[in-house]
Nanobody
Framework: QVQLVESGGGLVQAGGSLRLSCLAS????????MGWHRQAPGKQRELVAT???????NFVDDVKGRFTISRDNAKNTVYLQMNSLKPEGAAVYYC?????????????WGQGTQVTVTS
C-alpha cells in the first residue's frame, strides 16, 4: 500500500523557518514528480512547489526566494524548506507524487501536516 507521510509542521513566528519532510513508500520513487501543496481554511488547495524526477524545480510566485524543494531518492523523501514564513502561509501542507506514463498518470497524496504562523 502506497503511503506518503508528511512531518515537520508546527507553530512558528512570522519570519521563522520550518522544514517539511515527506516519506514515500513508493517503488521507483526516483521516477515520480513530487510536489507540495497547501490548503488554508476556507480556501482551495494550491500548488506551492514541485520537483521533477530530473530535479527541475518550480515555485508559486508567492514563495519564490523563500522556499526550496529538494529530494533524496536514496531515502524516498522530499523536503520543503520554508524560510521567512508569513502569516498567510499558515495552512495544511500536503505532499503529492505523480508518475506519468504516456497518456496515463498515477498520483498519490499524503494526509498533510499543519503549519501555523503567528504574527
Amino acid at each position: 500500500q502506497v503511503q506518503l507521510v508528511e512531518s515537520g509542521g508546527g507553530l512558528v513566528q512570522a519570519g521563522g523557518s520550518l522544514r517539511l519532510s515527506c516519506l514515500a513508500s513508493l517503488s521507483w520513487f526516483s521516477r515520480y514528480d513530487m510536489g507540495w501543496h497547501r490548503q488554508a481554511p476556507g480556501k482551495q488547495r494550491e500548488l506551492v512547489a514541485t520537483i521533477s524526477s530530473g530535479g527541475e524545480t518550480n515555485f508559486v510566485d508567492d514563495v519564490k526566494g523563500r522556499f526550496t524543494i529538494s529530494r533524496d531518492n536514496a531515502k524516498n523523501t522530499v523536503y520543503l524548506q520554508m524560510n521567512s514564513l508569513k502569516p498567510e502561509g499558515a495552512a495544511v501542507y500536503y505532499c503529492n507524487a505523480v508518475l506519468v506514463r504516456g497518456s496515463v498518470s498515477q498520483g498519490y497524496w499524503g494526509q498533510g501536516t499543519q503549519v501555523t504562523v503567528t504574527s
